[in-house]
């Protein structure tokens, strides 16, 4: 893994949750949230989603897990009207393809000052964010669908140090 794909900044999520695209800010909840690939964010399905978890079957590595839902999710989860399968729904109806959530977050985080965040940068903050929460490195693993410590930890090393070390 690269640093590449940076965490995001508050500065930017604040920025991301007020800006003029429903649509991707449904994303920006999904993958700030569940801390999963904009792959599986866009196969999320709300017959996946419980009210309290999402059950996700991960793209890359075929990894089942129930990934608790963030307050902050629900909350947002509950306000939206359910458009049609996806809980991400295309402006035709079905589930967004990929490569359009990179080029639409992409453009929005240039927009917003904070070029060269991508989607996977969320990946990394939701990861340091369980870091910072005080999760172990298994507790990473089972919500970010890591198969070794090796890839949880990469994303602990991300986490806040002042806040670890506090």
């Known amino acids: 893994m690269s640093e590449a794909a940076p965490a995001w900044p508050r500065e ?3 920025g ?6 429903p649509r991707m800010v449904t994303f920006y909840f999904l993958a700030r949230y569940t801390g999963q690939r904009k792959g599986d964010c866009c196969a ?25 839902a963030h307050i902050r999710l ?3 989860l509950a306000s939206l009207p359910h458009e049609g399968e996806f809980i991400l729904t295309s402006p ?4 967004y393809r990929k490569t359009s959530v990179t ?13 060269g965040h991508s ?38 090393r991300q986490a806040n140090r002042i806040r670890l070390g506090e």
């Open 92 to 95: 035709k109806g079905g589930a």
């Open 74 to 76: 629900r909350n947002y």
């Open 119 to 156: 989607p996977h940068g969320l990946r990394h903050l939701a990861g340091a964010s369980l870091a910072e929460a005080g999760c172990t490195v298994p507790q990473i693993m089972a919500v970010l669908g890591h198969l070794t410590e090796k890839q949880a930890l990469h994303y602990v």
């Open 103 to 115: 080029n639409l977050v992409c453009s929005i985080a240039s927009e917003l000052g904070f070029k």
């Open 12 to 14: 930017l999520c604040a």
């Open 16 to 21: 991301f949750e007020s800006c003029d695209h």
């Open 44 to 68: 999320m399905r709300w017959s996946d989603f419980d009210g309290r978890r999402v059950h996700v079957v991960q793209e890359k590595t075929g990894t089942k897990l129930w990934v608790p």
